[in-house]
């Protein structure tokens, strides 16, 4: 599910619709969270579906660790890639806002952590990477996980809309990741290591 202080907007012709702030998004708040009506396909459900449904899906997944395709029943599957993405995703299953997000800002990804299955040419954004692989989660985790380490502290000093979604269980661990008691777990522990 995606934060509720943000609404689908058409951005331009060449991006089409994304995921803006409605409200001010402070850095350490949880912008999404897999939910329960989030859908997952195996690859084999994606392959005996009809040509259409594979190219919405193919348009509107991302894979988890286990190569199953996700695909967000709300606004989230909107959400745009960057390379200085807003957002980052953990190894928890949620996603935090790694700055600031002012109103009327785009909530952005870095597509280079969602497994895809084939590199794409992303619009210039005036960084060394022009291109997203699938392998970048590989490559870029450690730069990746200190942004959200340096966020993370915040997590429960923050008004967190999402957290009804999360269990008890895990925001025990949340909290004692952010009070530096356990070590935060990797963003590459989202890696599939598969075809």
């Not at 991006?15 to 897999?34: C, D, H, K, M, S």
């Amino acid at each position: 599910m995606i934060h509720p202080k943000t609404e689908l907007r058409f951005i331009n012709n060449e991006i089409g619709y994304g995921v803006v702030a409605t409200e001010f998004i402070p850095a350490g708040t949880i912008t999404w969270v897999l939910d329960k009506l989030d859908r997952e396909f195996t690859q084999d459900q994606l392959k005996a579906m009809d040509p259409l449904y594979q190219s919405i899906l193919d348009t509107y997944t991302f894979r988890d660790n286990q190569g199953k395709y996700i695909l967000c029943w709300d606004n989230a599957r909107y959400v745009n890639h960057s390379f200085n993405s807003n957002c980052l995703t953990t190894a928890y299953d949620f996603e935090v806002a790694i700055r600031d997000i002012h109103v009327g800002e785009q909530l952005t990804d870095d597509y280079g952590y969602l497994n895809i299955p084939e590199p794409f040419e992303a619009a210039d954004e005036g960084t060394e990477r022009k291109v997203v692989y699938p392998d970048d989660l590989l490559k870029y985790y450690k730069t990746w996980d200190k942004k959200l380490i340096e966020v993370f502290h915040k997590i429960p000093m923050i008004d967190q809309p999402l957290q009804p979604l999360i269990s008890p269980k895990l925001w025990t661990k949340v909290t004692a990741i952010a009070d530096g008691k356990i070590q935060m777990d990797s963003i590459k522990n989202n890696y599939y290591n598969g075809k």
